[in-house]
């Protein structure tokens, strides 16, 4: 990927697209193959290693800190040294990217609604100092279609900062404005493209619709 | 009208043993919810702490005829629990990295873990007896004498109303460190870095990964400073009683009734659950033997456990 670039990954369920971020964030072990960060071999490294380099997960079903305030599931965030000086910095930021995290920064993390824990986590991940790309595992799941479309205008905002960002979808109805597309199948890419060119292919329908 | 004399004096000494509970309760629960480890040497530690306070504190003119070893510094108490509070963190955060982290990437951790502190507590107590012997120590204590009558207002009726309570020196200072310590604790968990990467780390230890949150080091801190808790316990409790090789499995047994009493894993329902077993532990040798202590405390958590088998304050695992 390229600094800044809006990659989005999209396969059916059990394809391997989870397994691909886990893998780049540290928290499974490659058996082959290589991952880099701005040319560095990040492979292998502990999970607070590579986000400390400023690679970031944001897991599936948001994950955060139930019995945790948002403003201490957010503090969770800023662990590494650099990151936790800079902490009231990032977080007026991200306060500022999400006003809607704002409002409820004292609230425990478990009395939010669906959309705003998807909002939280992704707060979450942008407290590590330096983030170079940000990648977040469906963040339009279990959410009804006018919560995702505000998570999607809060993305759209995060990539104007110029954070590169690779997410996994399961519907490709979200990520039509991204840069690039992998379908995913089998644990390999099948097609890869502009949004156009792989929405628009035959193959993407019958991996969806199973024909 | 009822005679209060036997209603306050153990309320309020269950509120002080309650304190020094909470401290030794807390250290266990601080290292089962980060770290998933049942640690058996926590009365161990314990044990540890108050002998090396011991060995700072003591003159060794108070040890004429015997050949039990002193450091010769005779430190104030104040002075010496400062170095065995330190070693003992240390201790406990070594023995996270030297035991039990291989021991996690491993099948059946729960187990092994177990059993693995099982052995260091009976290695420590080796070692205790075989530098100090197996009898029992007295702390030559500063601390440990003068009382003061609560409230300080002589014989006025509304004293007496309230029974004239009687605290001793040693109790003010019990009192005074425990919450303190664990108002500190608190503050701790909420607002420091490793604090807040700990309540991390117990609440979901992929999401804490994935967060940044370095948790190899969080482990060994957590093991530390819940060692360090039971270090003082230690020495706060064996400062006015005795002190022998051993004398860590009871409060090891209370801190176990206490933290699945209150709800594996909760801070507060370790705290309150840790008044609930002291305060009824000493109405209950008040009125039968000083041994029943225990049995009633047994008693009433398994009572909580038939009703609420989470514990007091136990939630839900998502």
């Known amino acids: 990927m390229k600094s800044g670039e809006y990659v989005a990954i999209i396969g059916a369920n059990g394809h391997g697209k989870t397994t691909i971020l886990r893998t780049a964030s540290g928290l499974l072990k490659p058996s082959a193959g290589k991952v880099s960060l701005d040319g560095e071999d990040i492979t292998g490294m502990p999970a607070y290693k590579i986000a400390e380099k400023g690679l970031t997960h944001v897991p599936e079903g948001s994950r955060l800190f139930p019995q945790m305030t948002v403003q201490e599931n957010l503090m969770a965030g800023a662990?590494?040294?650099?990151?936790?000086?800079?902490?009231?910095?990032?977080?007026?930021?991200?306060?500022?990217?999400?006003?809607?995290?704002?409002?409820?920064?004292?609230?425990?993390?478990?009395?939010?609604?669906?959309?705003?824990?998807?909002?939280?986590?992704?707060?979450?991940?942008?407290?590590?100092?330096?983030?170079?790309?940000?990648?977040?595992?469906?963040?339009?799941?279990?959410?009804?279609?006018?919560?995702?479309?505000?998570?999607?205008?809060?993305?759209?905002?995060?990539?104007?900062?110029?954070i590169g960002l690779l997410l996994v979808e399961q519907s490709p109805k979200w990520i039509a404005d991204c840069d690039r597309i992998y379908l995913i199948e089998n644990g390999e890419v099948r097609m890869q493209g502009t949004p156009k060119e792989v929405l628009e292919s035959e193959q993407v329908m019958r991996a969806y619709l199973g024909g | 009208m009822v005679d209060t004399s036997l209603i306050l004096p153990p309320l309020l000494s269950g509120i002080i043993l309650g304190s020094l509970y909470a401290l030794m309760a807390m250290g266990l629960t601080l290292i089962y919810s980060t770290i998933r480890v049942l640690n058996f040497a926590h009365g161990a530690f314990f044990m540890a702490g108050a002998y090396i306070v011991w060995w700072l504190n003591t003159p060794a003119s108070a040890l004429y005829g015997t050949s039990l070893p002193t450091s010769g510094l005779s430190l104030p108490l104040a002075v010496a629990v400062v170095p065995a509070v330190l070693i003992i963190f240390g201790l406990g955060a070594g023995t996270q990295r030297a035991v039990i982290r291989p021991l996690l990437k491993r099948p059946?951790?729960?187990?092994?873990?177990?059993?693995?502190?099982?052995?260091?507590?009976?290695?420590?107590?080796?070692?205790?007896?075989?530098?100090?012997?197996?009898?029992?120590?007295?702390?030559?204590?500063?601390?440990?004498?003068?009382?003061?009558?609560?409230?300080?207002?002589?014989?006025?009726?509304?004293?007496?109303?309230l029974g004239g309570l009687i605290i001793t020196n040693a109790q003010l200072v019990q009192l005074a460190v425990a919450v303190g310590v664990l108002v500190g604790l608190q503050v701790f968990l909420k607002r420091s870095r490793y604090g807040i990467g700990m309540r991390a780390v117990a609440q979901?230890?992929?999401?804490?990964?994935?967060?940044?949150?370095?948790?190899?080091?969080?482990?060994?801190?957590?093991?530390?400073?819940?060692?360090?808790?039971?270090?003082?316990?230690?020495?706060?409790?064996?400062?006015?009683?005795?002190?022998?090789?051993?004398?860590?499995?009871?409060?090891?047994?209370?801190?176990?009734?206490?933290?699945?009493?209150?709800?594996?894993?909760?801070?507060?329902?370790?705290?309150?659950?840790?008044?609930?077993?002291?305060?009824?532990?000493?109405?209950?040798?008040?009125?039968?033997?000083?041994?029943?202590?225990?049995?009633?405390?047994?008693?009433?958590?398994?009572?909580?456990?038939?009703?609420?088998?989470?514990?007091?304050?136990?939630?839900?695992?998502?």
């Open chain 2, 108 to 161: 059946s951790p729960l187990i092994t873990t177990l059993v693995a502190t099982l052995a260091l507590a009976t290695i420590l107590e080796s070692i205790a007896t075989l530098i100090f012997g197996g009898g029992r120590l007295q702390f030559a204590n500063e601390i440990a004498s003068g009382s003061n009558r609560f409230p300080p207002c002589g014989s006025s009726p509304l004293c007496r109303a």
């Open chain 1, 79 to 162: 662990f590494s040294k650099i990151a936790w000086r800079a902490r009231r910095k990032n977080m007026e930021r991200v306060f500022r990217l999400f006003p809607n995290v704002s409002d409820r920064k004292g609230q425990l993390a478990l009395t939010l609604s669906g959309g705003e824990r998807q909002a939280v986590a992704i707060a979450r991940g942008l407290m590590a100092e330096n983030v170079k790309l940000l990648m977040i595992d469906e963040p339009s799941a279990g959410l009804a279609p006018l919560i995702i479309e505000e998570v999607y205008r809060q993305i759209a905002e995060i990539r104007k900062t110029g």
């Open chain 2, 204 to 318: 979901d230890l992929d999401a804490a990964n994935l967060a940044g949150i370095n948790t190899e080091t969080v482990y060994m801190i957590a093991f530390g400073v819940g060692s360090l808790l039971a270090a003082l316990a230690g020495f706060l409790l064996t400062n006015i009683v005795f002190l022998s090789p051993s004398v860590g499995w009871t409060p090891l047994t209370i801190a176990f009734i206490v933290v699945v009493f209150g709800g594996i894993g909760s801070v507060q329902g370790t705290i309150f659950a840790s008044y609930i077993i002291a305060i009824t532990q000493q109405y209950v040798s008040l009125f039968l033997d000083t041994s029943w202590g225990l049995t009633f405390a047994f008693l009433l958590m398994m009572l909580v456990l038939i009703l609420r088998p989470r514990g007091l304050f136990g939630f839900k695992e998502v």
